[in-house]
């Protein structure tokens, strides 16, 4: 049953067309950058935890989120930002991006600090996580902090940046949230790259009550999903909170995946698979892909310019969709790739 619902999404996904736009745009903000980072599943370790921060070793996920924030006691922060600077140097972590989430910046007491202390790693994470932006001026903050911790080294890569959105305010501001962003990654020591939902936090603020089927949070997502989209940034969605429910995992998945998020946040290792599974390109999607590809080119070899294929008609747009999932297909088999 779950295999069966799981072939017809991709099926649908199979037979795109440029009605499943926010799929397309997905695909090609995944494709658009060189050094594109895959963040299907997003995972949640708490910074004081060494024994788990040790584990990320030996899981498969995408991304790995270290961290300072709301995983970690008020009295544990000190211990957490010196445990996740010793693990970052310690180790080996090749086909995972090694991402940090420090304090939000409405507490820039302890943000600062955090950034002070990671930044000094010899191996710096790859990606910043900055929690609760809620208005442009604070990334501008961050920025000039990231400098500040950073002033003396020589760095060759700007640090990606992923935001969270977790508030009223934020959803209401995300489009001069992200403008800033754009514009200040042409000059600071970090590139914006994708934006997190944070929903429980988001729910929070609202006065929401969740519940099972996310309902109260489907204009949140979408607004988030097409703002990021705009400015052409991954779009993580909501943690699925209960662990062991991985059949209500996989619906959530495959329904953020269809809404055109690129990842999910997860906290629990057996969510891993499951997750990344949901937000790859399927087999039906990579086979449809590789023979337009296959196909186009003998077209353009005997001179043909649009052509049907499977049906229908094919052009350029359909073409770059093609080699976007193949690129897209590329990029995850290798970051899940054992070490
Ligand atoms: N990262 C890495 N390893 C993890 C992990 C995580 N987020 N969650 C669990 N594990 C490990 C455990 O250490 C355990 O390994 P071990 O058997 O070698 O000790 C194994 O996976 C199985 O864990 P389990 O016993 O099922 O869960 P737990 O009781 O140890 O932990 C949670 C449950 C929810 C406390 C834990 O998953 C967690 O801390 N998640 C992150 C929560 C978080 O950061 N929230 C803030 C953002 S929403
Ligand atoms: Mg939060």
């Not at 961050?142 to 500040?148: C, H, I, Q, T």
């Not at 993580?236 to 946040?265: C, N, Y």
Request: aromatic share 6%.
């Amino acid at each position: 049953m779950l295999l069966s619902k799981w072939t017809e999404i991709n099926v649908n996904l199979t037979s795109i067309t440029r009605t499943h736009q926010s799929r397309t745009y997905c695909l090609q903000a995944a494709a658009s950058s060189p050094t594109y980072t895959p963040r299907r599943a997003m995972l949640y370790v708490p910074g004081n935890d060494e024994r788990k921060l040790k584990k990320i070793t030996t899981l498969q996920a995408d991304c790995a989120c270290m961290d300072c924030e709301d995983g970690v006691a008020l009295n544990r922060k000190e211990e957490a930002r010196h445990t996740i600077l010793k693990m970052l140097d310690d180790l080996e972590l090749p086909h995972l991006d090694r991402a940090v989430r420090i304090n939000s910046v409405d507490n820039p007491t302890l943000a600062e600090e955090d950034l002070k202390v990671i930044m000094q790693a010899k191996k710096l994470p790859a990606t910043l996580m900055v929690p609760k932006v809620n208005e442009a001026e604070q990334l501008t903050w961050v920025s000039e902090k990231l400098r500040e911790a950073l002033s003396g080294r020589d760095v060759a890569e700007q640090m990606k940046l992923v935001i969270f959105i977790e508030s009223a305010i934020a959803l209401l501001s995300l489009r001069e949230i992200l403008a800033r962003g754009v514009q200040l990654s042409r000059d600071s020591p970090f590139v914006l790259d994708g934006v997190v939902f944070g929903s429980d936090d988001f729910c929070a603020d609202i006065g929401a009550t969740r519940t099972a089927d996310a309902s109260e949070l489907l204009y949140a997502r979408q607004k988030v999903v097409t703002t990021a989209k705009a400015f052409q940034l991954q779009a993580i969605d909501l943690v699925h909170i209960d662990f062991k429910d991985s059949e209500g995992l996989r619906k959530q998945s495959l329904e953020g995946a269809r809404m055109g998020f690129t990842g999910k946040q997860v906290i629990h290792p057996n969510q891993v698979a499951i997750v990344q599974e949901c937000f790859s390109p399927s087999p039906e999607k990579i086979d449809w892909a590789t023979e337009l590809v296959k196909a186009f080119e003998a077209h353009q070899e005997s001179g043909k310019g649009a052509f049907t294929f499977r049906g229908s008609m094919i052009d350029m747009p359909l073409l770059l969709q093609a080699k976007n999932v193949l690129k897209l297909s590329q990029t995850v088999s290798r970051h899940s790739a054992p070490s």
